[in-house]
Nanobody, 122 residues
Framework: QVQLVESGGGLVQPGGSLRLSCVAS????????MGWYRQAPGKQREPVAA???????NYADSVKGRFTISKDSVKNTVYLQMNNLKPEDTAVYYC????????????????WGQGTQVTVSS
């Protein structure tokens, strides 16, 4: 079994920065990609950014130039550096991963963390 645990959310003023982290833990797995989604009150969950095992990244248009996703493959950790935050970035941010459990030969992109709240407000 693989678990994702996020950290780093909080309250920040507009224009401020936060860094989110997500660690994947478990045994006998390999990560194909990791990413971040967010869900604001009353809205659907939406993709924010993702990074593949090879280092390719993609971003939602709304965060390009402000957010940076990175990874530490040794630590099975993905980061989301969020700069110049805006009130519309307020949401619960969820970590997501595409993982293969190689002892079971099963692959799934349905691994999720518990979510971390990001609130941007003055």
């Amino acid at each position: 079994q693989v678990q994702l645990v996020e950290s780093g959310g909080g309250l920040v003023q507009p224009g401020g920065s936060l860094r989110l982290s997500c660690v994947a833990s478990g045994s006998y797995f390999t990560i194909y990609s990791m990413g971040w989604y967010r869900q604001a009150p009353g809205k659907q969950r939406e993709p924010v950014a993702a990074v593949t095992s090879g280092g390719s990244t993609n971003y939602a248009d709304s965060v390009k130039g402000r957010f940076t996703i990175s990874k530490d493959s040794v630590k099975n950790t993905v980061y989301l550096q969020m700069n110049n935050l805006k009130p519309e970035d307020t949401a619960v941010y969820y970590c997501n991963a595409d993982i293969m459990i190689y002892t079971l030969l099963t692959r799934s992109n349905d691994y999720w963390g518990q979510g971390t709240q990001v609130t941007v407000s003055s």
